[in-house]
């Protein structure tokens, strides 16, 4: 049908034509309604068209099977309000785990009220005794700013077929004969409580993803939140456990009610999810993104979260990463459920991949593993080899009587992607770290993940977007196997602009000693940015600011740095601070000998502690508050203007500027003090040190100087060659001695300068501190 015929028909429902019209851009909604049509035969009387179109909106995919029945109802009015349309939805929904199904109508009238009248006499008896009972005294208190949705709600626990327009109309008057006319205070919008976080841009490649109600690519109506607790509570909506059929995409077969059934007897019907790395590299900031819908997931739902390391590559696993990875898991504040690998798995893996081959699902190749590449590789002449012979040869695999690379096993299907026949298991002669020289083959993550994931009972498989294609191998294993099938649902991947996550190439960095190892600071490792000195929480709270949308997301690390300093701000301490130290001799210090002050922790909170500063007739002041011939607008100090020192209750005014004869340079500055009491107030207040310790301070910035180093485009001669030439320097700092005894990670705000973290190459004869970001006042200061 023609779009023009399309959009008098579904005027024809009851739409405007504004509203026809984008109806047809959206293709599964067309459909649905096209199919609908085609099932009436009869003019449709008042209110069915709408009705049809409610019913279209929400059908899923796994129950289009039972449109006609649907139409029917609603073409009869034995569905003739939008209530009872969902309460058929989801039963039939709820019918969907048995497969071929037939629909018990007399059940389906049941559960959707059908016949059942609800009178106005009832609606304004049961509106009444809400409203002058259980509502009375919050109404009297917040008048018409009460949330009268919440009235409805407890009137439908009593009332569930109640008319809504009826209901709504009855919940208004009995307000008003209670309350009155509206006041002029009435009128008055209550202030929103919460602003909305900046957004992050969005890949312009990525496609839109409908809500994670409806599909199993994740969403919400509101993609972020302040914290990964409010995201997982408020924002984000998967399946119930044991609701598997209920998704998109889900397979059922003649064994799914069986299995979810023994699967709620084993979890309880408790969540359980898990985070499966493998161990063959540092975690970056993807990975919190990862860690975080994870284990927030399954704690925002008091369940449960495994750390099951994927160790099926035994070629680049190292014990460094397995202790790396659970380290910085629980330094985000995770503890997992249990922790467990692939290879606890390995004979159960093996077993199932022989039942594949029994089944005629799975058979032993010897394509080479370059002809199989690609989007477009030839088919297997091996495909429909005997049974026998391909148990025989995956027999002989095992006990390593092929060469490596010389045969592998595949499963028969075809991916999404068009893809044929994924391996399932490789030969490599190479000792695995938990199981020693036992095995010779080992199993894919494309083989292990969902058979891993059936063992472990989890509910909720997460997973990035590029696991989608892959969703149909998932279903197609666990079902080939008669096994307890998860749902895989998938979320779009966090990039950081001006950075490389690549393990690959963050370790050629390392070989070319571009960085120092994993977790330099200049790198979007974790460990690197915990040495930086960022607070775990603000990488927490950076991730539900992101939210759990199906798009990929790329963003500057200027949005993480605003996450940081969000937290540092209220849990850093002050300290003074002179990164780069010039002498100042007070020619009349106003004391007989060194003076010792109490200074805030946090000026702006006194009662959260203090700690004592030196004052004394020589100080340091930071060289660049001094200038001899400032610009306009210039408000520190120079030769014409004074300036305060911060704590210390002094102003101070240059009298003598000492200089190197040889090359100018400012050696020095003799000045006068005043009381800032008696004194001219001035233009600013700088940071001081006096009888310094000092300090090694490192100074970085981004460590490439295009936002995508890795794109031929932007960086013809790839990111080696992007690398900045000052993204760290390195500074002999001077602090007042409340720095001594700092420990690894301790962090501060120096003032005016920015926020500094303590490094682990700290020791008792030297103090190191990383700067972790600077302050957002930075670029201004005058």
Same mark, same amino acid.
């Given at each position: 049908m023609a779009g023009e015929d399309l959009i008098i028909k579904f005027q024809e429902l009851g739409m405007s034509e504004q509203k026809a019209k984008e109806t047809l851009k959206n293709a599964n909604l067309t459909r649905n309604l096209q199919l609908a049509l085609a099932e009436t035969t009869q003019p449709l009387s008042d209110g069915v068209g709408m009705l049809l179109y409610h019913m279209a909106t929400k059908l899923k995919p796994q129950i289009s099977g039972q449109l006609p029945l649907l139409v029917r109802y609603i073409a009869e009015r034995k569905l003739d309000n939008t209530q009872r349309v969902d309460a058929a939805l989801e039963y039939v929904l709820k019918c969907g785990q048995? #497969? $071929? !199904?037939?629909?018990?109508? +007399?059940?389906?009238?049941?559960?959707?009220?059908?016949? /059942? /009248?609800?009178?106005?006499e009832e609606i304004e008896r049961v509106v009444q005794q809400k409203?002058?009972?259980?509502?009375?005294?919050?109404?009297?208190?917040?008048?018409?700013?009460?949330?009268?949705? #919440?009235?409805?709600?407890?009137?439908?626990?009593?009332?569930?077929?109640?008319?809504a327009k009826s209901l709504k109309a009855a919940i208004d008057v009995e307000i008003f004969d209670l309350l009155g006319p509206k006041t002029e205070a009435d009128l008055i919008p209550l202030p929103k409580q919460n602003e #909305? *976080?900046?957004?992050?841009? /969005?890949? @312009? $490649? +990525?496609?839109?993803?409908?809500?994670?109600?409806?599909? @199993?690519? +994740? +969403?919400?109506?509101?993609?972020?939140? $302040?914290?990964?607790?409010?995201l997982m509570k408020t924002k984000v909506h998967f399946h119930a456990p044991g609701e598997n059929f209920k998704t998109d995409g889900y397979v059922v077969t003649e064994h799914t009610e069986r299995l979810l059934r023994e699967h709620l007897q084993l979890t309880g019907g408790r969540v359980q999810t898990r985070f499966p790395p493998e161990p063959n590299g540092i975690l970056h900031i993807g990975h919190a993104k990862a860690i975080n819908i994870n284990f927030g997931y399954a704690a925002a739902h008091k369940g449960v979260c495994y750390l099951r390391y994927d160790d099926t590559n035994p070629e680049k696993e190292e014990e #460094?990463?397995?202790?790396?990875?659970?380290?910085? !898991?629980?330094?985000?504040?995770?503890?997992?459920?249990? /922790?467990?690998?692939? @290879?606890? $798995?390995? *004979?159960?893996?093996?077993?199932?991949?022989?039942?594949?081959i029994r089944k005629g699902l799975a058979y032993v190749c010897h394509q080479k593993a370059e002809e199989i590449k690609g989007f477009n590789p030839p088919p297997s002449p091996w495909r429909e080899r005997p049974i026998d012979e391909s148990l025989q040869l995956f027999e002989d695999m095992k006990h390593g009587k092929i060469d490596e690379g010389a045969a592998t096993l595949r499963l028969k299907l075809t991916l999404e992607e068009g893809k044929q026949d994924p391996v399932a298991y490789r030969i490599k002669f190479i000792p695995h770290h938990r199981t020693g020289s036992e095995w010779c083959i080992y199993p894919t993550y494309d083989y292990t993940h969902c058979l891993c994931d059936s063992i472990e009972q989890i509910t909720h498989s997460l997973c990035t977007k590029e696991f989608q294609s892959r969703r149909s191998s998932y279903y197609w294993l666990c079902n080939a196997l008669n096994i307890y099938c998860p749902v895989q649902w998938e979320y779009g991947r966090l990039n950081m602009n001006y950075a490389l996550v690549s393990k690959r190439k963050i370790a050629k960095l390392i070989s070319e000693r571009i960085v120092h190892d994993w977790d330099d600071p200049r790198l979007f490792t974790l460990t690197a940015l915990r040495r930086r000195g960022y607070p775990a929480e603000a990488i927490n709270n950076f991730c539900a600011q992101m939210g759990v949308t199906g798009a990929q997301i790329s963003v500057d690390p200027a949005m993480l740095e605003a996450a940081v300093r969000d937290v540092l701000n209220v849990t850093a301490p002050r300290r003074l601070v002179v990164?780069?130290?010039?002498?100042?001799?007070?020619?009349?210090?106003?004391? @007989?000998?060194?003076?010792?002050?109490q200074v805030p922790n946090f000026p702006q909170n006194p009662a959260l502690g203090f700690h004592k500063i030196t004052l004394d007739r020589v100080i340091y002041i930071e060289r660049s508050d001094f200038k001899l011939e400032p610009e306009k607008g210039y408000r520190r100090l120079s030769t014409q203007q004074a300036v305060g020192l911060r704590h210390a209750g002094l102003v101070i005014s240059v009298q003598q500027v000492v200089r190197d004869p040889a090359t100018g340079e400012v050696l020095e500055l003799v000045c006068s003090s005043e009381s800032a009491e008696q004194a001219e107030k001035p233009k600013a207040f700088v940071q001081w040190v006096s009888q310094p310790i000092e300090l090694e301070v490192r100074l970085y910035e981004q460590l490439f100087k295009h936002k995508n180093p890795e794109d031929p485009n932007e960086v013809p001669g790839g990111f080696l060659s992007d690398i900045s030439d000052n993204s760290m320097s390195v500074l002999c700092a001077y602090s007042d001695q409340s720095l001594s005894g700092v420990k690894v990670y301790d962090k501060f705000q120096f003032e005016r300068i920015g926020f500094f973290s303590v490094d682990p190459d700290t020791s008792g004869t030297r103090i190191v501190f990383n700067r972790t970001v600077g302050l957002k006042e930075d670029s201004g200061k005058k």
């Open positions: 048995k #497969k $071929n !199904v037939n629909v018990d109508l +007399a059940e389906l009238e049941r559960e959707c009220g059908v016949g /059942v /009248v609800v009178t106005p409203i002058r009972g259980t509502y009375k005294q919050a109404l009297l208190e917040q008048r018409y700013h009460f949330n009268a949705f #919440k009235i409805m709600q407890d009137v439908r626990n009593e009332l569930k077929w109640a008319d #909305k *976080q900046p957004k992050a841009k /969005v890949s @312009s $490649n +990525a496609k839109p993803e409908v809500k994670a109600s409806t599909t @199993s690519t +994740a +969403a919400a109506d509101d993609d972020s939140a $302040n914290t990964i607790a409010e #460094k990463f397995f202790v790396g990875i659970r380290d910085m !898991v629980e330094w985000l504040g995770y503890t997992p459920y249990k /922790v467990t690998y692939s @290879s606890d $798995n390995f *004979q159960q893996l093996y077993d199932w991949a022989v039942l594949l990164l780069e130290p010039l002498k100042v001799t007070i020619s009349n210090y106003p004391h @007989s000998g060194p003076v010792e002050l």
